[in-house]
């Protein structure tokens, strides 16, 4: 069931679903296959994304924001905030849009979601599009450990004895997200955007209280042994100094039947901002490919 709110771009509606209204937007014309872009997070809509809008001169591109974030329905059930309800929710918004065939593409924890989704063969899925991905938490934390022993020592303290309020710990954990999250030298009005519409406690409650500390239900969450049975094409994409680290895009790579891995080498978590020309012709090319 769809209700139309506006025509600010080719079609914007909200889509009922089982745990409420879910507000999403197409843009582009009918030339090639869709995409539908999967945002990151948990939590945050779907704004910061904007760049990819640049793919919508080649095909339709759908951007949702996940339920509780954004313009979607809010939520405060925590039983809802685990990786199942939104599993269940993208099932339901590619039966609203009734699209024969379709592409998905998954940012960070994004990516997790498209391929626990993929896991159940759904109809019309023709290719997969993995983006500075998340795929299982002991990986990410093991990674994150990693990172955090190139700060300075006093950094590495203050993030190892964990006190969240204290300046040193702030101070450490701005570091690392100036070089693992965002290189960018000016923050984007789209990030700002996105921070409006941004669900903390979706995020903790899912994740935890920063990228490195994963303390929520997405705790175990764990797709590795079941990557081999994803037999759509997959393209890994990935910043060289990314806290979703090359080496394990690479890593990834050997679990998937049919995949591919492309490094960008002068960014972090958002390639799509930093070296966005590059990222949009190598994910045309490959959904063209797959088409």
Known sequence: MEKSITNRVNKETLIRTTNGDVWHKIIGEDKRIPLIVVHGGPGCPHDYLEPLE???????????DQIGCGLSSKIDNPDLMVADT????LG?????????????????????????FALDKPKGL???????????????????????????????????????????????STE?????????????????????????VIYT??????????????KSFDLVRRL???????????????????????????????????IFEDSAHYPFWSERNQFIQNVEAFLEQAD
């Open 205 to 218: 409650t899912m994740w935890g209280p920063k990228e490195f500390l994963a303390t929520g239900t997405l």
């Open 126 to 172: 023709q290719s997969i599009i993995l983006s500075d991905s998340y795929l299982i938490t002991p990986v990410w934390e093991k990674d994150a450990k990693r990172l955090i022993k190139t700060l300075p020592e006093p950094m590495q303290r203050a993030l190892g004895i964990g006190n969240l309020n204290s300046d040193e710990f702030k101070n450490a």
């Open 86 to 89: 939104f599993i269940k929710e």
């Open 54 to 64: 640049d793919l919508s001169k080649y095909r339709k591109i759908i951007f949702y």
């Open 176 to 200: 690392y997200y100036k070089r693992y999250v965002s290189r960018l030298k000016e923050r984007p009005e789209a990030f700002d955007k996105m921070m409006r519409g941004f669900s903390e």
């Open 92 to 116: 339901e918004i590619t039966e609203s849009l009734k699209l024969d065939r379709f592409h998905l593409l998954g940012h960070s924890w994004g990516s997790g979601l498209v391929c626990a």
């Open 228 to 262: 081999h049975e994803i037999d759509y094409p997959v393209l890994l994409a990935t910043g060289r100094f990314d806290e979703a680290t090359p080496e394990s895009a690479e890593y990834f790579q050997t679990l998937f039947p049919n995949s591919e891995v492309v």
